[in-house]
């Protein structure tokens, strides 16, 4: 017997996929001393305490509003309100945090405390990846103005 994957079921994923994810990045806050510890350690660098915290902690901020963002689109699309001024707003505020994100990681890839080679390509390609995903957002977002802009252009024709 196979199951036919609908519209219904790929919204209800995406939803529960977005609620886990927010979870975790709650919970995630509670990790970052350890993990601005582990890397204190591994980096042989003291004055990290200070400033690798205030990084994950502004990033791990950011991904939440996002996530909370896209749980109110979704939430709007299950509620059958797609083309509506609302949801470009979420993906506007999504693109900002991911924009955000890309200069919090930019800024440490020039920090002092990140002076080994290889964490500064990853704190450089976190940065490109949160560009790029925001860019990406940012066009979405343009699409669904023009989309609702149509939309109010036909609810008032004749």
Known sequence: MTTKW???KSLFLSRTLTIATLVMAI?????????????????EKTDLHGVMPVVLYI?????????WQLHKLLRNIHAQR???????????????????????????TFWQFVYLTFW???AFLIAFMAAFVGLIVRVVKNLLDAAVELREENDYTI
Do not use: M
């Open 6 to 8: 609908t519209a219904t």
């Open 27 to 43: 919970a995630a806050l509670f990790c970052i001393p350890v993990i601005s510890e582990w890397y204190a350690a591994l980096s």
């Open 59 to 67: 990033s791990d901020g950011l991904a939440i509003f996002a996530l």
């Open 82 to 108: 797609v083309f509506v001024t609302e949801n470009a707003t979420c993906f506007r505020l999504i693109s900002w945090c991911c924009f955000a994100v890309a200069a919090v990681w930019l800024f440490t």
């Open 120 to 122: 500064r390509f990853v």
